[in-house]
């Protein structure tokens, strides 16, 4: 029997969404931590900036993690033009969605595109003020690239960035509590028992992290008042 | 109790052919009786349509029993109709108020492409089972029933996948026209099994290959199979299809 690679196969597409997806869902448990912190202390978030900045360690993250959205969006693309495809032309007159079925799991293309355009505004934001700037040696008139408190500060006393980060929350709120659970059922990790427990975990995951995104964006906001 | 009869529309989509271009046609229905299952109901349409000189709706049915998977039909936008764990023979007309307007379309999936009418081509289902959803084994005689212990959850869940009737109301329901349900349900009910082991490996694979092959869209985990499906079929089967083909596919 031929054996083809396990990246041409169905699932072996699949198995990588999961893994680059779980994979975010650490970074962003890592970002949102630190984050938090600028709620507590400008200044050690400033530290924790400084000691990220432009040096190595952290060049190498942002290289994978620049690597892991390429491969997330990419196979994301392929594999929602593919399920296009197998629906067929013709679509269904009338359609009802079954109570069981989570409205984010039928919308998880829709959402990665908000998310993907909120991360570009995102990265204009803050990104390349900041760790860009500091490779460039430019320095930003809102502030030093390592001082991270000068410019959530500068962006987050503006109400229409406040609203468009929350929408943005909203969306990655929406993408991981059905990415988490589904990516272990992609790896095969789940069985009846985990089932539940494992949709649970994302709800809670997911809240947990955009409640802390959400919460440095409002204290900001409250503090420029 | 004395029982009301209803008075329908139907809305039904009429294709001549695979290759024609199909359309709704809407047609009245009077007198239908409540306990009448969907398919009777398509039987009185049809008998009404042959008296006007008219071509009759051609839609699958089988056993009427709820066991053959023949019958399809998206019903209101739902396979098997609004009733659960249930196929089209099984729907009762008591499930809709009189007065409503009903609509009739056929599975719609680029792997199930329109023959006639409500009738769908579901041979890649066949396919599939040809490429693996089988155990090698030499017929000799009977073996002893208690030859092969069995652990009783291995052999429920065994059974609960074995329910599987390959209607493809799965595919039909799913937003990407995927035969994962169908599929893994086909994989569990062997690979539970100390006869199936044997192959689960090989199985997965090639199963997974054929289905690939023949274009059934990719599991997004929505879970709308398993709402839809009349057996009741869990996608957990689909896990644990997930997990057979990858640990086969490391150990190559």
């Known amino acids: 029997m031929s054996n083809p690679c396990l990246l041409s196969s169905s699932i072996g597409k699949k198995f990588l969404m999961s893994i680059t997806g779980l994979f975010f869902v650490l970074f962003l448990a890592f970002h949102a931590t630190m984050n938090a912190v600028h709620i507590f202390s400008p200044e050690d978030y400033n530290a924790i900036c400084k000691f990220l900045g432009a040096n190595w360690y952290a060049l190498v993250g942002t290289a994978v993690i620049a690597l892991g959205f390429i491969i997330h969006i990419a196979y994301a693309t392929i594999l929602t033009i593919q399920n296009r495809k197998a629906r067929g032309t013709d679509r269904y007159d009338s359609e009802v969605r079954p109570a069981s079925v989570e409205w984010a799991s039928k919308n998880m293309f829709a959402l990665g595109v908000i998310v993907f355009l909120g991360l570009g505004l995102h990265l204009y934001m803050f990104w390349s003020k900041m760790q860009l700037a500091e490779i460039m040696g430019t320095v930003d008139a809102i502030g030093a690239p390592a001082d991270g408190s000068a410019f959530i500060m500068y962006w987050f006393s503006k109400p229409w960035v406040v609203v468009v980060y929350m929408v943005w929350l909203v969306a990655i709120w929406f993408h991981l509590t059905h990415g988490f659970w589904s990516a272990f059922q992609t790896m095969g990790w789940n069985n009846k028992t985990w089932m539940s427990r494992l949709r649970c975990l994302s709800d809670i995951i997911a809240t947990i992290i955009c409640v802390a995104f959400a919460a440095v964006v409002i204290a900001a906001f409250c503090m420029s008042l | ?221 929505t879970g709308a199979c398993e709402a839809e499906c009349p057996k009741g079929v869990s996608i957990t089967n689909i896990a644990r299809l997930n997990r057979e083909f990858l640990c086969a596919k490391f150990a190559d």
């Open chain 2, 1 to 221: 109790m004395e029982v009301q009869n209803l008075n329908l529309t139907l809305k039904v989509w009429r294709q001549k052919g695979p290759k024609e271009q199909g359309h709704f046609e809407t047609y009245s229905l009077q007198n239908i009786s409540p306990n009448s299952s969907f398919l009777e109901m398509m039987d009185v349409l049809n008998e009404q349509l042959i008296n006007e000189g008219k071509e009759p709706v051609a839609f699958d049915h089988d056993c009427r029993e709820g066991i053959c998977g023949m019958c399809s039909m998206y019903i209101n936008g739902e396979a098997h109709g609004p009733d659960d764990h249930v196929t089209t023979c099984q729907l009762h007309m008591r499930k809709f108020k009189d007065g409503d307007t009903i609509t009739v379309e056929p599975w719609r999936s680029a792997g199930f492409p329109v023959i006639k009418d409500l009738i769908v081509d579901r041979s890649a289902f066949d396919k599939i089972m040809q490429a693996g959803g089988f155990v090698s084994v030499n017929t000799g005689g009977v073996p002893d029933g208690n030859a092969i212990p069995i652990p009783k959850p291995n052999a429920d869940e065994a059974m609960d996948a074995a329910s599987c009737i390959g209607c493809g109301a799965c595919v039909a329901t799913c937003k990407n026209g995927s035969a994962m349900l169908f599929v893994s349900a086909k994989v569990s009910q062997l690979a539970l099994l100390p006869q199936g082991k044997v192959e689960a490996a090989r199985r997965a694979k090639a199963m997974v290959a054929k289905m690939d092959e023949l274009g059934f869209g990719n599991c997004t985990n």
